[in-house]
């Protein structure tokens, strides 16, 4: 687990730190997006919420519509952002 | 038990993208793609927990949330306006931290506690603690870039934000060698970290926003990260790490740009310095104003000019205005490129989406340094909605707040004009000395409402 977390870090810095500061934003975006991996947590949640567990329930909901809302919003705002780079490519 | 082994090799799959997809996202031609990479990684890792993982049930409620959460944010995303976008990044990361603050209370409340010791509650506490703090910071920030919140600063407020983190902190360990379920505590900690979050952004002023949503941004990946090790799962582990670690890098290089320490920015300091040096610049001289028509023909006769956006650019809506401007300038010879500071705007990157959003050309943009180097055989820099970064200040006074920050020397080219609405400082609170210089002028008004007038004085000549 620890072997895994040090690799990651490692792995971030290197991949940010050669990014052109033009496209910054676009890269907080995207990191944006990708932490929204959390989403994979609410759905174990509401998947393992029993019947009679009200709470879990509604709160599991809840993170699920949470999650989703960072993952699908934060890739398509990076995706509208990218859009207009490509554009003016041409 | 083959379901798992697949499950295991979509995580490592998911994983990979998210590393593919960042690293793509670092080159212009390439970035479009990493995006979609990584949101391709993130729907299999999805899907694959959803089928594979034989605990999960409850598909309707899973589908359902599914469902609501994407098209609110597909809509949220394509509604909102360019200007508008740190705004909607900062949203979108408070759900996340949310998200990940949801979960942890979730599990804390279900939570084993003959098994696995004051780790694992720990590990709960860490999510929820550091979820909270990422959601209420960034609610906080979405309203300030909104303009529905000011900044709020009080004396003493570095150590009241402390003893508040203090205490938030202090539950969570108690809370974990307690290692005994109390769920009252548990939501007076959240509530701790919550009000943290609010505490911790309120006092931050405009300058600092950017670093402030990079620093939130990875402090959501770490709770995801944390997430992670509460389930044992490795796409959340490496996913959460990797914009933990990437959102951290990206606030230093930030923090370096302005030559501010991540301490300060923690500890909610930026503005209360401003007031000292505010006088220093009086009787610095006279300020000149430049007509609109002069403006024209100096920049028409021209060989070299450099446009600097700031924040007032995004805030008139004149990215368009501009871009035609630069056009016509083109069309009579001028050769015109766009100085680009990093911490300009709200966002870094900022001024960038929006002037690609004009359709201005990839390659006119010049990051600092270069922009720089060419400033001395520049004939004019017209500098729009931009204050502190433009400073010269931050070269020579030592006792101003800003000391230190490399800014883009307009000052070294032959001609400077400012556009600007008034004769106010930037968002560091500080009279800005190039406004007194000999080769300064002064273009008031509306950045977009100025820009027209140009626009129109040139078509003329």
Redesign the interface.
């Known amino acids: 687990?620890i072997y895994?977390?040090i690799l990651?870090?490692?792995?971030?810095?290197e991949?940010?730190?050669?990014?052109?500061?033009?496209?910054?934003?676009?890269?907080?975006?995207?990191?944006?997006?990708?932490?929204?991996?959390?989403?994979?947590?609410?759905?174990?949640?509401?998947?393992?919420?029993e019947p009679d567990?009200y709470?879990?329930?509604v709160?599991?909901?809840?993170?699920?519509?949470?999650?989703?809302?960072?993952?699908?919003?934060?890739?398509?705002?990076?995706?509208?952002?990218?859009?207009?780079?490509?554009?003016?490519?041409k | 038990m083959i379901n798992f082994y697949v499950l295991a090799l979509i995580y490592l799959i998911?994983s990979i993208t998210?590393?593919l997809?960042?690293?793509m996202?670092?080159?212009?031609?390439s970035?479009?793609k990493?995006?979609?990479i990584?949101?391709g990684g993130?729907t299999i890792?999805?899907f694959g927990?959803?089928f594979l993982?034989k605990?999960?049930?409850?598909y309707l409620?899973?589908f359902?949330?599914?469902v609501?959460?994407?098209i609110?944010?597909?809509f949220?995303?394509?509604k909102?306006k360019?200007t508008a976008?740190?705004q909607?990044?900062s949203?979108?990361?408070g759900?996340?931290g949310?998200?990940?603050a949801?979960?942890s209370?979730?599990?804390y409340?279900?939570h084993d506690f003959s098994h696995g010791g004051p780790w694992a509650v720990a590990t709960i506490m860490a999510g929820m603690l550091i979820?909270s703090v990422s959601f209420a910071g960034s609610m906080i920030a979405f309203g300030k870039l909104n303009g529905n919140i000011g900044d709020k600063v009080f004396p003493g407020q570095k150590f009241i934000n402390l003893v508040i983190l203090l205490t938030g902190l202090g539950i969570g360990v108690y809370l974990a060698l307690q290692n005994f379920g109390n769920n009252t505590l548990l939501l007076i900690a959240t509530a701790v970290a919550l009000f943290y979050g609010v505490m911790f952004v309120m006092p931050i002023g405009g300058a600092d926003m950017p670093v402030v949503?990079?620093l939130l941004?990875s402090f959501?990946?770490v709770?995801?990260?944390f997430?992670?090790?509460?389930?044992?799962?490795?796409?959340?582990?490496?996913?959460?790490?990797?914009?933990?670690?990437?959102?951290?890098?990206?606030t230093i290089?930030?923090c370096k740009?302005m030559n501010r320490s991540l301490f300060n920015v923690i500890a909610g300091a930026f503005g209360t310095a401003g007031g000292a040096s505010a006088g220093a610049a009086s009787d610095k001289g006279t300020v000149k104003e430049i007509s609109v028509s002069d403006a024209a023909v100096l920049l028409a006769y021209s060989k070299k000019v450099f446009i600097v956006p700031g924040y007032g650019l995004a805030v008139a809506q004149a990215q368009h205005t501009c871009h035609e401007l630069e056009k016509l300038l083109e069309e009579k010879g001028v050769e015109v490129k766009y100085a680009?500071h990093?911490v300009a705007g709200r966002?870094?990157?900022?001024m960038?989406?929006l002037l690609?959003?004009a359709?201005?050309?990839?390659d006119k943009?010049l990051?600092m340094e270069d922009a720089n180097g060419e400033m001395p055989n520049t004939d004019v820099s017209v500098i729009i909605g931009a204050n502190d970064v433009v400073n010269p200040a931050a070269r020579s006074d030592k006792s101003s707040p800003i000391y230190g920050m490399p800014i883009i020397d307009v000052d070294k080219s032959q001609n400077v004009i400012v556009m600007k609405r008034s004769m106010a400082s930037g968002y560091a609170g500080i009279d800005n000395e190039l406004f007194y210089y000999p080769n300064n002028r002064m273009l008031f008004g509306d950045a977009k409402a100025s820009l027209q007038k140009l626009v129109a004085e040139v078509k003329a000549l």
């Not at chain 1, 990651?8 to 810095?13: A, E, K, M, Q």
């Not at chain 1, 809840?62 to 490519?89: A, H, P, Q, W, Y």
């Not at chain 2, 389930?231 to 959340?236: A, K, L, P, R």
């Open positions: 687990m895994i977390v990651s870090v490692f792995l971030g810095v991949v940010i730190s050669h990014v052109p500061s033009v496209l910054h934003t676009p890269l907080m975006s995207g990191a944006n997006a990708i932490h929204g991996v959390v989403i994979i947590g609410a759905i174990i949640v509401m998947g393992r919420a567990n709470a879990a329930i709160l599991g909901f809840f993170s699920v519509i949470l999650g989703t809302l960072n993952v699908v919003g934060g890739f398509v705002v990076t995706d509208r952002m990218l859009e207009m780079f490509k554009k003016k490519k | 998911g998210f590393v997809g960042l690293k996202l670092s080159h212009p031609e970035a479009r990493g995006n979609l990584a949101a993130m890792a999805i927990t959803i993982d605990s999960i049930g409850n409620w899973i359902g949330g599914i609501i959460g994407s609110i944010g597909t949220a995303a394509k909102v360019m976008m740190p909607m990044v949203m979108f990361n759900m996340g949310a998200c990940a949801v979960i209370i979730v599990e409340s279900k979820g949503i990079s941004n959501t990946g709770a995801a990260a997430g992670g090790f509460m389930y044992n799962n490795q796409v959340m582990l490496t996913g959460g790490i990797l914009v933990g670690s990437a959102g951290t890098i990206l290089l930030m740009a680009i990093p966002m870094p990157g900022h960038n989406v690609a959003e359709d201005v050309p990839y943009l990051e």
